[in-house]
């Protein structure tokens, strides 16, 4: 059968119940902190989404989004990049990049595809190529029911 989902986590006992704005997301990747290696940007790209909100939780098609859009059925404001074949959000600091639990146990998405995790760095060649080889998991955006 399908694999089960693992969600990325937010560590609500950060600063801010772990959200960051895009200023503070930029700055700890370009001094590359700790934190940088914890930090998930939500983003609408790629091809495939998990459908929880109508769909069971069955992988549809990007294109597919675009009726829940139509209908306003997501909280956030949403604009389709036709170049990017994505959905970007209108306001970047509209709780979309947040801290990771550092827990495997209670938080175990960010340690799904760590084979190359402190092997190398994550932007060279060598960690590519472990990545490529040793790591199958891949992450899809999912729409999920909102709180009121």
């Given at each position: 059968?399908?694999?089960?989902?693992?969600?990325?986590?937010?560590?609500?006992?950060?600063?801010?119940?772990?959200?960051?704005?895009?200023a503070?997301?930029?700055?700890?990747?370009?001094?590359?902190?700790?934190?940088?290696?914890?930090?998930?940007?939500v983003?609408?790209?790629?091809?495939?989404?998990?459908?929880?909100?109508?769909?069971?939780?069955?992988?549809?098609?990007?294109?597919?989004?675009?009726?829940?859009?139509r209908?306003?059925?997501?909280?956030?404001r949403?604009?389709w990049?036709?170049?990017?074949?994505?959905?970007?959000?209108?306001?970047?600091?509209?709780?979309?990049?947040?801290?990771?639990?550092?827990?495997?146990?209670?938080?175990?998405?960010?340690?799904?595809?760590?084979?190359?995790?402190?092997?190398?760095?994550?932007?060279?060649?060598?960690?590519?190529?472990?990545?490529?080889?040793?790591?199958?998991?891949?992450?899809?955006?999912?729409?999920?029911?909102?709180?009121?």
């Open positions: 059968g399908k694999p089960r989902p693992y969600e990325y986590k937010r560590d609500a006992r950060a600063p801010r119940e772990g959200f960051l704005t895009n503070e997301s930029d700055r700890s990747w370009e001094v590359k902190d700790e934190a940088s290696e914890y930090t998930m940007q983003t609408l790209g790629g091809n495939w989404f998990r459908d929880d909100l109508g769909g069971g939780g069955r992988l549809r098609p990007m294109q597919d989004l675009h009726r829940y859009v209908e306003g059925r997501v909280r956030q949403l604009r990049d036709p170049e990017g074949c994505q959905y970007e959000f209108e306001d970047l600091d509209d709780r979309v990049i947040y801290m990771g639990m550092e827990d495997p146990a209670a938080n175990p998405a960010p340690y799904c595809n760590d084979a190359a995790f402190g092997l190398a760095d994550g932007e060279s060649d060598a960690y590519d190529e472990i990545d490529a080889r040793n790591n199958a998991m891949v992450m899809v955006p999912a729409l999920t029911p909102a709180p009121p």
